[in-house]
């Protein structure tokens, strides 16, 4: 059974720190595009980062961040544990939302605005940044 599975979301104060860990099975990421999506409440799901699908096997190819995370959150891999990261910092009460990641198989430039282009999502995770 294909399946990504987040975790690390909680309750955060404004300027800390969270680490979202999300777990693949049943299909090796390597092989994979990932990214990162959030929807805050009343809004539309968003495309915060993503890592393209590189050349070569476990290779990455073009990085992306929305303008709102720029500096602030990294995605990133680790192929031999089967899971991607998002590593975020200096949060911001705008960036409470629940956060998916999401895989496609499809090459080329990931895209954040294209949730077409992605085949595979987490259940999400609630990340709360308040005081």
């Known amino acids: 059974q294909l399946q990504l599975v987040e975790s690390g979301g909680g309750l955060v104060q404004p300027g800390g720190s969270l680490r979202l860990s999300c777990a693949a099975s049943?299909?090796?990421?390597?092989?994979?595009?990932i990214g990162w999506f959030r929807q805050a409440p009343g809004k539309e799901r968003e495309g915060v980062s993503c890592i393209s699908r590189g050349d070569g096997v476990g290779s990455d190819g073009t990085i992306y961040y929305a303008d709102s995370v720029k500096g602030r959150l990294t995605i990133s891999r680790d192929n031999a544990k089967n899971t991607m990261y998002l590593q975020m910092n200096n949060l911001k009460p705008e960036d409470t939302a629940i956060y998916y990641c999401?895989?496609?198989?499809?090459?080329?430039?990931?895209?954040?605005?294209?949730?077409?282009?992605?085949?595979?999502w987490g259940q999400g995770t609630q990340v709360t940044v308040s005081s």
């Open positions: 049943g299909f090796t990421l390597a092989y994979y595009g």
């Open positions: 999401t895989a496609t198989f499809h090459g080329g430039p990931c895209r954040l605005r294209k949730e077409t282009m992605w085949n595979y």
